[in-house]
């Protein structure tokens, strides 16, 4: 059973930063290129970012651009986005997903094979 878990949100002030990871289990990790997600109350989940399989290549969405990073540990199972000079508009629940797709295409819900819980991030001005 697939199964992918976040951790890591919180509330913290406008300026602070967080960590969030994602953890998979029955799947072959290094197989997948791994995004995350947010989605705010009344809106639609939008992309935040994406890592491929190997780590070696990221895309962000450009409302995070030079302050979000993503990155991945193959060895661990685990995805990582380190969140910096965090703004009240950050406040959403954040997903991580996993996709068998080519790093560079995937940018859709649609797109992604699995989800995560999610975890909330909560920046208050």
């Keep these: ?14 300026g602070d930063s967080l960590r969030l990871s994602c953890t998979a289990s029955g799947v072959t990790f290094s197989r997948y290129a ?4 947010r989605q705010a109350p009344g809106t639609e989940r939008e992309f ?3 890592i ?11 409302s995070v651009k030079g302050r979000f990073t ?8 685990t ?8 703004k009240p508009e950050d406040t959403a629940v954040y997903y991580c997903a996993a996709t068998l797709r ?4 995937a940018r859709g819900t649609n797109d992604y094979d699995y989800w995560g819980q999610g975890t ?3 920046v208050s001005s």
């Design 1 to 14: 059973q697939v199964q992918l878990v976040e951790s890591g949100g919180g509330l913290v002030q406008a």
């Design 34 to 37: 791994m995004g995350w997600f």
């Design 48 to 50: 935040v970012a994406i």
């Design 52 to 62: 491929s399989q190997s780590g070696s290549s990221t895309a962000y969405a450009d």
């Design 70 to 77: 993503i990155s991945r540990d193959n060895a661990k199972n």
């Design 79 to 86: 995805v990582y986005l380190q969140m910096n000079g965090l």
């Design 102 to 105: 080519a790093w560079f295409s």
């Design 120 to 122: 909330q991030v909560t």
